[in-house]
């Protein structure tokens, strides 16, 4: 899409973005007179909006689009070439759909928080035997790689799960990151690109007619909008963007024992509720509270007016998620960790965007919400029943950093 230049010239942020990490857009927001904060990123205009009202316009397809949005570097290794998050319009409807099935019904849903139960107890097991410190993120990454090879139908062996679990944490952590974090993302992403391409191929060799088919035979066996199967390289781009999301939902969880380090007592109302409402409302106070997606971009797909400010058709328009999951307008006290906000009183619809808004199935809200919940609240109750001390480590959670963590990744020693 030719983009026009402003005209006034104004300075390109992409350095900020990349040095200033969560604060950057936040920032910049703040110190912007009107509704909208105006730069240049990646020498392109840019404009940034939040609140639930800008959900709404951005998730327009009429209004944002998403080819061509994302630089390469992102491609190369957080989503792939030709992923779901890169189609527009009726192309990405059907490839959508995919996805809304496999993740969106409630028992299969379930059948994964048992899978990741039960590879949890297992570790802790297998941890409290060895008499061994546990770094949390490193086995929340495998307990997760464990279950959702399980649940997807990926064959044995299981000892396969430790390397995907590192290649998919590196694809995360290098996709914003110059130097070395980013060439190990390539790298992991080549190679299990290449393995899932193998299952793929597996699988269609010798395809079943099961009703409820894995996440592999569904990804394997998915027609696009002209009736052919995809061709392998983006089914395996896709069973990674299923495969890889679920594994980093370790940090969340390294989040949430964080949480619980800090704020003690949530450990205690934890285990005294049977019915699981305090995980739930700790979960979404996590996913809101915690630095992990920044913001999300698309192109205008036309010339456009948000508030009476214009935003010319080539524009990267920029939803601040971070921003918005800490607006004081929208939250009492954002920078509290007040898990009862979410039980005490009833959800804004769009005002909480840890992973994008609007209509998952009609636009690119992330489709995985339901599992990422479900999951986190699994292991928040876990780790509320779990005996652990925390020893001596450096906890602090640099907001420079893109993605971020507590520095030590949450050392936790078993009684
Ligand atoms: C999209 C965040 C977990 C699959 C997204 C988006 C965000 C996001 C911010 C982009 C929304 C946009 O472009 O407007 C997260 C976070 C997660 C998570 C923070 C926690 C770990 C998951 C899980 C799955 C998943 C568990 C699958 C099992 C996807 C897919 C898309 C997506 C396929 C692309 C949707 C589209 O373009 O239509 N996610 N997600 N995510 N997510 Fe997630």
Known sequence: IPSKPFAAPLHDSTLGALTRGYAWLPDRMRSADGAVYRTRLLGRPAVAVRGPEAVLFFYDEEHVVRKQALPGPVLDTLFGRGAVHTLDGDAHRARKALFMTLLKDDESVAHLCTLVRRRWRDAMEEASRAGEPVVLFDTAAEVLALAVRDWAGIPPPDAEAAGLAHDCVAMVDGFAAPGLRHLRARRARTRQENAMGGLVGAVRESPTDDDSPTALEAVAQHRNLDGELLDTHTAAVELLNIVRPTIAIAWFVTFAAHALHRWPHHRKLLRADPTGKHALACAHEVRRFYPFAPFVGGLAARDLTWRGERIEKGTMLLLDLYGQNHDPDLWAHPYRFEPH???????????????????????????????????????????????????????????????????????????
């Open 341 to 415: 906000r979410f039980s005490r009183a009833p959800r804004l619809p769009d005002g909480l965007v840890p992973q994008g808004g609007g209509d998952p199935a009609r636009g690119h809200r992330c489709p995985g919400e339901d599992i990422t919940v479900a999951v986190l609240s699994t292991l928040v109750t876990e780790l509320a029943e779990l005996e652990y001390s925390v020893p001596p480590q450096d906890l602090t959670i640099p907001l420079s950093r893109v993605p971020t963590l507590p520095r030590s990744g949450f050392v936790l020693s078993l009684a």
